[in-house]
């Protein structure tokens, strides 16, 4: 295992700039949206009115059952600091909607349609990255027996985790710090065109 990186006030674990994982929804079916243990996707303070703000968007999208949970008990669980999204009977997160047998965010797809400006929960858009916080963030890998599949891939396509993750990291970080750990990883920069 490769030894911490720190950049500014961020440890990544050193593992990650070995770590190969590009997502195959096929195989996978969207796993990591609606794993059993009743706790949906971290959220921060702040997404709380962000989500709030793009409700009326993401409603219709949703199922009936899903729309009424909202309706009733809200979209998230847990006290200040440790939010996470609602589940629908022990798994599906609130947000969840099926297409072709494939668990998917309807934040997100109402991002997409260009709707809302707000993409998904950082947490949801960072996976299987985890953010812990210890005088400042550090970045785990999560292990999930559920993400084989994007393991596989990412080895047989030669794509690391922290590439796959571009847009999160830099959505969190911003472009100077994703610049950094490139030069810390030792990977290749992407050309801007």
């Given amino acids: 295992m490769r030894e911490l990186i720190v950049i500014d006030d961020v440890t990544v674990e050193g593992s990650l700039t070995e770590r190969k994982f590009a997502c195959d929804l096929l195989k996978?079916?969207?796993?990591?949206?609606?794993?059993?243990?009743?706790?949906?996707?971290?959220?921060?303070?702040?997404?709380?009115?962000?989500?709030?703000?793009?409700?009326?968007?993401?409603?219709?999208?949703?199922?009936?059952?899903?729309?009424?949970?909202?309706?009733?008990?809200?979209?998230?669980?847990?006290?200040?600091?440790?939010?996470?999204?609602?589940?629908?009977?022990?798994?599906?997160c609130v947000f969840v909607y099926?297409?072709?047998?494939?668990?998917?965010c309807a934040i997100e797809k109402a991002f997409n349609n260009g709707k809302v400006g707000f993409r998904k929960p950082i947490s949801c858009h960072l996976y299987p990255i985890r953010v812990g916080r210890f005088g400042g963030d550090i970045l785990r890998y999560h292990e999930l027996a559920e993400c084989r599949p994007a393991v596989t891939k990412?080895?047989?396509?030669?794509?690391g985790v922290i590439e796959f993750l571009r847009s999160a990291l830099t959505r969190l970080y911003g472009e100077e710090?994703?610049?950094?750990?490139?030069?810390?990883?030792?990977?290749?920069?992407v050309e801007k065109t």
């Fill in 154 to 159: 990412g080895e047989s396509e030669n794509v």
């Fill in 98 to 104: 099926r297409e072709n047998g494939i668990a998917k």
């Fill in 177 to 189: 710090w994703f610049g950094k750990l490139e030069t810390h990883a030792g990977l290749k920069p």
């Fill in 28 to 92: 996978c079916k969207g796993a990591c949206c609606s794993l059993p243990g009743g706790r949906g996707a971290p959220l921060l303070d702040l997404e709380i009115p962000e989500i709030e703000g793009v409700l009326t968007e993401v409603l219709p999208l949703l199922s009936e059952e899903k729309r009424k949970l909202i309706e009733k008990s809200g979209f998230y669980e847990g006290p200040r600091g440790d939010y996470a999204t609602t589940c629908v009977d022990d798994e599906d």
